[in-house]
Antibody
Framework: QVQLQESGPGLVKPSETLSLTCTVS????????WSWIRQPPGKGLEWVGY???????NYNPSLKSRVTISVDTSKNQFSLKLSSVTAADTAVYYC??????????????WGQGSLVTVSS | DIQMTQSPSTLSASVGDRVTITCRAS??????LAWYQQVAGKAPKLLIY???NLESGVPSRFSGSGSGTEFTLTISSLQPDDFATYYC????????FGPGTKVDIK
């Protein structure tokens, strides 16, 4: 059974860059689509962006100018960078694997989530 | 941008009740609609994909229907594990989630 685990700093200062890594175990990162989804405390879900294992990406238009998602297939990991953060970026960040292989527009496996707080 | 709405926002029900949640899209999304269950403090869980396909391992009391702009999630007989928040999610080039429906104990 595939498992996903987010890791990274839990506190980021305003205007700095949020960086998270998702480590995939129990399966290969190849041939699947992978997404980042976030959830502000007490609020709903917001899709951040996805990537294919080959490196192709697609981002939420509202975040596109600040988001980069990249993959390291040798480590079976993919990463999220969100620049110029503000308090509005405070959220639990989930990594997720799409149902697959190949293209499925839904999220079958999720990490446990990582709370990132933006504060000075 | 496609906007998603859900109704009701909160639903109070008892074990054994039949429960229906509605999700509407601001424009047609064909059948690109999924449903998720989220228990407080946990990651969401995929229940239904492509509007009506039951995800493997999900109990058959869950069902989905609809196409175009209106979709429903039905729980035929509510069980104690089903008290949670339910989200719909669309895909039409980008992904958008509905605001959620909280199902709590009556």
């Amino acid at each position: 059974q595939v498992q996903l685990q987010e890791s990274g700093p839990g506190l980021v200062k305003p205007s700095e860059t949020l960086s998270l890594t998702c480590t995939v175990s129990g399966g290969s990162i190849s041939n699947y689509y992978w997404s980042w989804i976030r959830q502000p405390p007490g609020k709903g879900l917001e899709w951040v962006g996805y990537m294919y294992y080959s490196g192709n990406t697609n981002y939420n238009p509202s975040l596109k100018s600040r988001v980069t998602i990249s993959v390291d297939t040798s480590k079976n990991q993919f990463s999220l960078k969100l620049s110029s953060v503000t308090a509005a970026d405070t959220a639990v960040y989930y990594c997720a694997r799409h149902k697959g292989p190949s293209w499925f527009p839904n999220f079958q496996h999720w990490g446990q989530g990582s709370l990132v707080t933006v504060s000075s | 941008d496609i906007q998603m709405t859900q109704s009701p926002s909160t639903l109070s029900a008892s074990v054994g009740d039949r429960v229906t949640i509605t999700c509407r899209a601001s424009q047609s999304i064909s059948r690109w609609l999924a449903w998720y269950q989220q228990v407080a403090g946990k990651a969401p869980k995929l229940l239904i994909y492509d509007a009506s396909n039951l995800e493997s391992g999900v109990p058959s009391r869950f069902s989905g229907s609809g196409s175009g702009t209106e979709f429903t999630l039905t729980i035929s007989s509510l069980q104690p594990d089903d008290f949670a928040t339910y989200y719909c999610q669309q895909y039409n080039g980008y992904f958008t989630f509905g605001p959620g429906t909280k199902v709590d104990i009556k």
